[in-house]
């Protein structure tokens, strides 16, 4: 029977939770899931970090603690050692106080707070700049909203680096006053940041243009193992630029907390004028949506920071998640060398993050699913937290057999 709602389309499946489905369905022993951006320990298994576990413990063992209602902007003291996190605690905008910061659903709640500040309070004719490639989601999240995008050149296919000549002309000819989102660290999909030198010609061409800088910052200390490093970026940005910053903070990966939504949306302005007007606007989007925001992964994540036996171990959880990854890429790279495997390798320890863009095509990575049980999304990025010393050298052989026997040259 037909009813009001009998028109609505099936939607594909998400392709990465679409992916971890068909790895979750096969039954081939030899499996290996390099799809989700998630950390995975020496065994494949997911990793409480031991940081975790101490601040978790010493929340619940607080007379104190209890399950009320967190205020709608969030936990205080992790809305404060977020900030001081990402920007540094001798940061000028938090010294000059020209800073407003606001908890939300982890990094994809916080761009979504980001997109909902814009659509409100900024220029209704820009257009959102993506790097060219660029977390899918990133497309729905300002789309769902009615912003347009655009993208702006980034990876080079052919030399597996950064077209950096492409990125500054597309930040030149975009309209005066655009918005850009920027991957501060551990670029998804490509595992390829600008360098320092780099940096500074993307934020001076900013600079130049009026442009709206937005940073999404999902991998700090993931990338390097080294918190002030993976914000360089930021930092750099809050010293350059004249223009309000927009950040999206996500807890998600660095702590190892995925499913418990940590998160923070801060915004920097040039002036310490119009922050309450502002946090009161925040304050309505988040409780008019989910009223208050999650309190369980404030509290460790706040535990964490404020505590330095706690936030030294934190340091350290960042050093042993970086380092068992870089030596993924380098175990990886030179497995596929030492077979012969057609193409160049270097690039996968060159990029760094929870992602290797490896430059398999559409052919390739389906045959590795197949033939080999191997999963990584279609466009050939793979997450390398996914490899470890018992299937490193699987993987390297059945990516050299597809390699082989597909006919698109890599
Ligand atoms: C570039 C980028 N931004 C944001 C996110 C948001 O993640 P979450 O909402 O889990 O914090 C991710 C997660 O994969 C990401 O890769
Ligand atoms: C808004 O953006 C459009 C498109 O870039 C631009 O033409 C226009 O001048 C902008 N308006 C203001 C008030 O900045
Ligand atoms: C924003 O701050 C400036 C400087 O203090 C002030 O002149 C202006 O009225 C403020 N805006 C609003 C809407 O209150």
């Not at 063992?61 to 209602?69: A, K, S």
């Not at 243009?209 to 809050?238: R, T």
């Not at 990966?253 to 995925?258: A, D, L, P, S």
Request: with cysteine; proline share 4%; charged share 20%.
């Amino acid at each position: 029977m037909s009813h009001i709602f009998s028109g609505i389309q099936q939607l594909p499946p998400d392709a990465l939770f679409g992916l971890k489905a068909r790895y979750t369905a096969d039954t081939r022993s030899e499996k290996v899931d390099l799809g989700i951006g998630a950390y995975r320990d020496e065994n494949g298994k997911p990793w409480v970090l031991p940081s975790v576990k101490e601040a978790d413990k010493l929340i619940h063992e607080d007379p104190n603690f209890n399950h009320e209602y967190l205020p709608i902007q969030g936990f205080a003291s992790f809305v404060d050692a977020a900030a001081k996190v990402i920007l540094g605690d001798e940061s000028p905008a938090i010294k000059q106080e020209r800073l407003v910061s606001i908890q939300t659903l982890s990094g994809t709640g916080s761009l979504h707070i980001a997109a909902k500040f814009l659509v409100k309070f900024y220029n209704q004719s820009q257009t959102v700049y993506l790097s060219k490639p660029t977390w899918a989601n990133h497309y729905q999240v300002f789309e769902s909203l009615g912003l347009k995008t655009a993208s702006y050149s980034y990876w080079n296919t052919e030399t597996k680096s950064l077209d950096i000549e492409g990125y500054l002309n597309d930040i030149n000819n975009a309209p005066e006053g655009s918005i850009f989102l920027l991957h501060s660290c551990a670029h998804n999909p490509t595992g390829l940041d600008p360098t320092r030198d780099e940096w500074i010609k993307i934020l001076e061409a900013l600079k130049s243009k009026n442009h709206l800088p937005l940073f999404d910052s999902a991998y700090q200390g993931f990338a390097s193992g080294d918190l002030a490093n993976d914000a360089w970026a930021i930092q750099k940005g809050v010293e350059i630029l004249e223009t309000p910053i927009l950040i999206c903070q996500s807890f998600a990966k660095n702590v190892g907390m995925y499913g418990e939504r940590i998160g923070a949306f801060h915004l920097v302005l040039p002036t310490s004028d119009n922050k309450s007007a502002i946090l009161s606007q925040l304050q309505t989007f988040i409780r008019s949506e989910i009223s208050n925001p999650p309190a369980y992964g404030a509290k460790i994540v706040s535990k964490i920071l404020t505590t330095p036996s706690l936030r030294k171990q934190w340091e350290q959880d960042l050093i042993t998640m970086s380092q068992r990854i870089t030596s993924q890429r380098i175990a990886l790279r030179d497995a596929l060398v030492q077979l012969g495997t057609p193409g160049t390798w270097d690039h996968i320890v060159n990029q760094q993050g929870m992602f290797s863009f490896t430059g398999l095509t559409k052919e390739q990575v389906a045959r590795l699913e197949s033939k080999h049980a191997v999963y990584l999304v279609s466009s050939g990025r793979a997450s390398v937290a996914g490899l470890n010393n018992h299937n490193v050298q699987y993987v390297a052989k059945a990516i050299d057999e597809v390699v082989r026997n597909t006919d698109t040259k890599l």
